[in-house]
């Protein structure tokens, strides 16, 4: 069965790091389309960063320069390295796997960026 686990979540302060992990169970990462979500309180989901499967990425506008995804094939991970935090970063972190036409979310894990 496919699942996906994210990792990683925490508390930190502003101008910290955290690294978030995306474990898949039950489909091979290596050739699939992956997105980081994020959902913050009373507002929209909002795209965080995608990978292709040949490695490229692209980011949001707010994440861009701190944030950094990539893949790792072999443990079937992705991650999402957050540099240089910010308190608007606070959300839950969602790891989406999209091998069309499917789609495949996982359950979450919260960051919260405070002094």
């Known amino acids: 069965q496919v699942q996906l686990v994210e990792s990683g979540g925490g508390l930190v302060q502003p101008g910290g790091s955290l690294r978030l992990s995306c474990a898949a169970s039950?489909?091979?990462?290596?050739?699939?389309?992956m997105r980081w979500y994020r959902h913050a309180p009373g507002k929209q989901r909002e795209f965080v960063a995608s990978?292709?499967?040949?490695?490229?990425?692209v980011y949001t506008d707010s994440v861009q320069g701190r944030f950094s995804v990539s893949r790792d094939n072999a443990k079937n991970t992705i991650y999402l390295q957050m540099n240089d935090l910010k308190p608007e970063d606070t959300a839950v972190y969602y790891c989406?796997?999209?091998?069309?036409?499917?789609?495949?979310w996982g359950q979450g894990t919260q960051v919260t960026v405070s002094s």
């Open positions: 039950g489909m091979n990462l290596s050739d699939v389309f």
């Open positions: 989406n796997a999209h091998p069309r036409p499917l789609d495949y």
């Open positions: 990978i292709l499967a040949s490695g490229f990425a």
